[in-house]
């Protein structure tokens, strides 16, 4: 490593290591499917969530998406069924309800290939104990 001899090295020297570690960061998440659950409860199936499950996977499958789509029981969103949780590589999971097929595909063109985030998240209301 050289010496720094003034604040300006400093400077060139941090932004060099933080876009390093931005950079690794990134790849570490590049290949791992989008994580993907579906609310498959009595309540969920009542309100077609099985027609969205069936779409979903579809859709991921004919726009060539990396995901891991996976049935769960109850979330305890009854009252927004169907419900759809989407887990980004790197970010926390996010639910989504009152989901229809136009909903999914917000979803997948918006927040899973876009990142940004679609109308319809239903508000964290608990804490994880870590």
Do not use: F
């Not at 400093?10 to 570690?21: G, P, W």
């Not at 789509?69 to 969103?77: H, R």
């Amino acid at each position: 490593m050289n010496k720094l001899n003034n604040p300006d090295d400093l400077r060139t020297l941090r932004k060099s290591l933080q876009e390093k570690i931005h950079h690794g960061a990134a790849e570490a998440y590049l290949n791992q499917p989008v994580r993907i659950n579906v609310a498959m409860a009595t309540c969920s199936i009542a309100s077609g969530s099985r027609e969205i499950l069936n779409y979903l996977m579809d859709e991921l499958e004919k726009r060539n998406i990396n995901a891991e789509v996976k049935q769960t029981g109850c979330m305890g969103y009854c009252y927004a069924e169907p419900t759809v949780e989407v887990q980004l590589p790197g970010n926390d999971p996010v639910v989504y309800g009152y989901v229809d097929i136009r909903k999914v595909d917000e979803i997948i063109e918006k927040y899973i290939k876009g990142g940004i985030h679609a109308d319809g998240i239903i508000p964290v209301n608990y804490q994880k104990i870590t």
